[in-house]
């Protein structure tokens, strides 16, 4: 017999259950405070707020990534990044939405973009294939150096994407490497890390794991965080990371709502600084993404994003 998972039934027991533990500590003598409490805890509105339920419509389908290919926006080798199972190399490409498609071909034109759609919209791959069949188009042509700098705001998300793209580009002949706090400055080190974390015996072909093989041979992609991306054009043992000038072809800012303030200032300049050192000003595409953000009346969330 199968089981559905009731999520008002699973709501009620966890209510009723916290209830029983907040009272088991709380013993109220005065009994006008003990009425007043009791009586708000029965309302449901002094523990918990009431239930929020949405209901998410599926995203509107964009054209096919082959028609892409043969209009000549991405490269036929792309098509293997996007496979919808990435365990499987051999697997059909995703058929992309259109915020998706739209993305791509901004960015292939050369233009800035905020990609600011729901979690789960597949922002990743509305800036990942350009990036990807652009890398895939220099290396052909014997450019070396990073070509994208994708920045998150935590460690945890750039380790998320980092494993993505990292199986996804396996065999592709593209490299990537993730330079954060956490990576190593010995190669063995990084890849006796890199075991115990992973479980696997070696890291895919495209993987640079340590700090010292990144700055010895900088990867055509590069993950890492606004703190350690100071630090890089800092730090005179990785500034040789962009000794390539001009190849540095896109810059991604994950999360880009998150860049406010005094941090937003902070990036601002870090931008600037990074286009200076890389000999790209004026010709550097620029990406943000974001999933939600407040905005005002009569604003959308996209607008407030783009702002």
């Known amino acids: ?44 509105g002094l523990l918990w707020k009431p239930p ?39 697997s059909p ?31 990743s791959f509305g800036f990942g294939l350009p990036i990807v069949s652009t890398a895939l188009r220099l290396k052909a042509e014997g450019v070396r ?5 994708i920045v998150y705001p935590m460690n945890a998300l750039a ?11 396996d065999q592709s002949g593209l490299t990537i490497g993730r330079y954060t706090g956490d990576t190593k400055n010995n190669p063995d080190e990084a890849l006796s890390e890199y075991q115990r974390l992973t479980g696997r015996d070696a890291p895919y072909e ?20 606004y703190v ?23 810059l991604v800012l994950d999360e880009v709502h998150t860049y406010s303030g005094k941090r937003g200032a902070d990036v601002a300049a870090l931008i600037r600084r990074l286009k200076q050192h890389t000999g790209t000003i004026g010709k550097l595409t620029c990406i943000g993404t974001s999933a939600t953000v407040e905005s005002g009346e009569g604003e959308s969330a996209q607008e407030a994003v783009a702002k």
Not at 145 to 149: D, H, I, R, S
Request: aromatic letters at 10%.
């Open 206 to 225: 495209c993987e640079v794991l340590s700090r010292k093989e990144i700055q010895d041979n900088p990867p055509d992609i590069l993950m890492t965080n």
């Open 228 to 250: 350690m991306l100071e630090l890089l054009l800092t730090r005179f043992e990785d500034r040789t990371l962009f000794r390539h000038q001009g190849v540095l072809q896109f």
């Open 1 to 44: 017999m199968v089981e559905f998972f009731n999520p008002f039934s699973t709501l009620s027991e966890v209510q009723s259950d916290y209830l029983a533990y907040v009272e088991s500590f709380q013993q109220i003598k005065n009994p006008q405070i003990r009425e007043w409490i009791e009586g708000r805890r029965a309302a449901g």
């Open 93 to 123: 490409p995703i058929r992309p939405y259109v915020h998706q498609t739209t993305a791509i071909r901004k960015i292939h034109a050369g233009k800035n973009v905020i990609l600011a759609t729901g979690t789960g919209s597949g922002k």
């Open 52 to 90: 929020y339920v949405q209901i998410s419509l599926p995203f509107q389908e964009g054209d096919p990534l082959a028609k892409l290919v043969e209009e000549k926006i991405l490269l036929p080798g792309t098509l293997r990044f996007a496979r919808q199972a990435k365990e499987q190399p051999e």
């Open 159 to 169: 380790n998320n994407q980092y494993d993505d793209f990292s199986e996804r580009l």
């Open 145 to 149: 150096g990073v070509k994208a700098v």
